[in-house]
């Protein structure tokens, strides 16, 4: 237990449903993140978001909508997806400011049919 | 643009023995930090080691251990009297030590399967 969690665990989604990704962090972390791991690729950045703000949007389709209502909350708002977003998901949190680690959630494996 | 790069998909080693797991990383910063992290088959992402790219002692934590070599650009990581409980996928990572919103991101290599043998 990280003290990141993600919810839910698994998800299998048609290519024309709606649905979202959820993300917890109670370790009091300023900065968040979205990961996407696809079999045999690197871990790939998504998004970032410091205090609330998204920094970083690392060349995402806008069928991926982040959202950042709070420093302890990062949803990812899936639509229309294809059958190769199908990965496991990674949400992650740490200090901005402060050069810790970044603690991951147990991820969410997303299979798009 | 920084990358990191793991040239083993692959990793075998003896219950109780050493094994030695490579990294190198390209980057033109002089100030940063790496990471090797571990995911078992639960998917959590676990860290096992972190080292400062200032300091030139070599991190330690137990059994674990790095061989860093700043001016190679090389960061490997070395399991001591590797335990089944060890098998997984072991990852190297790299962050900026810039403060402010990029010095967050990790960048990942392409991550190496390590199998113990009882």
């Known amino acids: 237990e990280t003290g990141v969690t993600q919810t839910p665990r698994h998800l299998v989604m048609g290519m024309t449903n709606k649905k979202s990704l959820k993300c917890e962090q109670h370790?009091?972390?300023?900065?968040m993140y979205w990961y996407k791991q696809s079999a045999k690729k690197p871990l790939e950045l998504m998004f970032v978001?410091?205090?609330?703000?998204?920094?970083e949007n690392n060349s995402v389709p806008s069928r991926f909508s982040p959202e950042c209502p709070n420093s302890s909350h990062l949803f990812l708002h899936l639509h229309t997806l294809q059958p190769e977003d199908s990965a496991l998901y990674l949400c992650?949190?740490?200090?901005?400011?402060?050069?810790?680690?970044?603690?991951f959630g147990q991820g969410t494996r997303l299979t798009v049919v | 643009a920084q990358t990191v790069t793991q040239s083993q998909p692959e990793m075998s080693v003896q219950e109780a023995e050493t094994v030695t797991l490579s990294c190198t990383y390209d980057?033109?910063?002089?100030?940063?930090?790496l990471f090797w992290y571990k995911q078992p088959p639960s998917r959590q992402m676990i860290l096992v080691i972190r080292?400062?790219?200032?300091?030139?002692q070599n991190a330690t934590e137990n059994r674990f251990s790095v061989n860093f070599q700043k001016a190679a650009k090389s960061f490997s990581l070395k399991i001591s009297d590797s335990q089944l409980g060890d098998a997984a996928m072991y990852f190297c990572?790299?962050?900026?030590?810039?403060?402010?919103?990029?010095?967050?991101?990790?960048?990942f290599g392409q991550g190496t399967e390590l199998s113990v043998k009882p």
């Open positions: 990572a790299y962050r900026s030590a810039r403060a402010g919103h990029q010095g967050g991101k990790l960048i």
């Open positions: 992650a949190s740490s200090q901005a400011a402060v050069h810790t680690e970044a603690f």
């Open positions: 978001y410091n205090f609330k703000e998204q920094t």
């Open positions: 080292q400062e790219a200032y300091k030139q």
């Open positions: 980057t033109s910063e002089s100030d940063y930090y």
């Open positions: 370790l009091g972390h300023n900065a």
